[in-house]
């Protein structure tokens, strides 16, 4: 258990809505991440947040949004949803902000119908 | 153009077989940070080593050991008399200067060992 938890483990919706998944970093841990894993792009980092502001930002869709909460916890808003945004979501936590290694959460599986 | 290839994309040994991993990857910076993480079936990843590239020393941790040659740019990873548990997909991942936080991930290379 890496100490990193992310809501829900599945969620099923249909295309054109709107979801948003939930995760809190390992305790002590300022940095998130944010990744997408399908079977045809692979692992595709999406965003990261260090104390609530927002770092880098990678392969992420202007139809995506995160934020970092003052709790440190994060979100992740996928809206108008299109059957390729099926994917397992994971949330990674690092301690520091920068090249370090990163704590993944269970991810999320986001299966659109 | 990938940043971090991982040409194989299965293999499949038998346990106790010595097995190599291979990762390529390309940078035009001067530094950077290189990762290995397991996959287990179970899906969460599994943080295994991070090398910054100023440290070419190769490294060992129990039957895990790591091999970075900038000449070449690899950082391969290999186990040593492999076993069942070691079954999963690897990934080896890329931190570059101009920006430590975006990771760029290879495809994987899953690995199956059988009894």
């Known amino acids: 258990d890496s100490g990193v938890t992310q809501t829900p483990k599945h969620l099923i919706t249909a295309t054109g809505q709107r979801v948003t998944l939930r995760c809190s970093p390992r305790?002590?841990?300022?940095?998130v991440y944010w990744y997408q894993q399908s079977l045809d792009q692979g692992l595709q980092f999406l965003i990261q947040?260090?104390?609530?502001?927002?770092?880098a930002k990678g392969n992420i869709l202007e139809r995506f949004s995160a934020q970092q909460f003052p709790d440190l916890h994060s979100e992740l808003n996928l809206s108008s949803l299109e059957l390729g945004d099926s994917a397992l979501y994971f949330c990674?936590?690092?301690?520091?902000?920068?090249?370090?290694?990163?704590?993944f959460g269970p991810g999320t599986r986001l299966t659109v119908t | 153009a990938q940043k971090v290839t991982q040409a194989q994309t299965e293999i499949s040994v038998v346990e106790k077989e010595d097995v190599t991993l291979d990762c390529v990857y390309e940078?035009?910076?001067?530094?950077?940070?290189l990762f290995w993480y397991k996959q287990p079936p179970s899906g969460e990843l599994v943080f295994l080593i991070r090398?910054?590239?100023?440290?070419?020393q190769n490294e060992i941790s129990g039957r895990y050991s790591w091999n970075f040659q900038k000449s070449t740019s690899s950082f391969n990873f290999t186990i040593t008399a492999s076993q069942v548990v070691d079954s999963a997909v690897y990934f080896c991942?890329?931190?570059?200067?101009?920006?430590?936080?975006?990771?760029?991930f290879g495809s994987g290379t899953k690995l199956n060992v059988k009894p």
């Open positions: 090398r910054n590239s100023f440290d070419e």
């Open positions: 947040y260090y104390n609530g502001e927002e770092r």
């Open positions: 990674a936590s690092s301690v520091e902000d920068s090249a370090y290694e990163q704590y």
């Open positions: 305790s002590g841990d300022l940095s």
């Open positions: 940078t035009r910076d001067t530094t950077y940070y």
């Open positions: 991942a890329l931190s570059e200067e101009y920006n430590f936080n975006k990771f760029y």
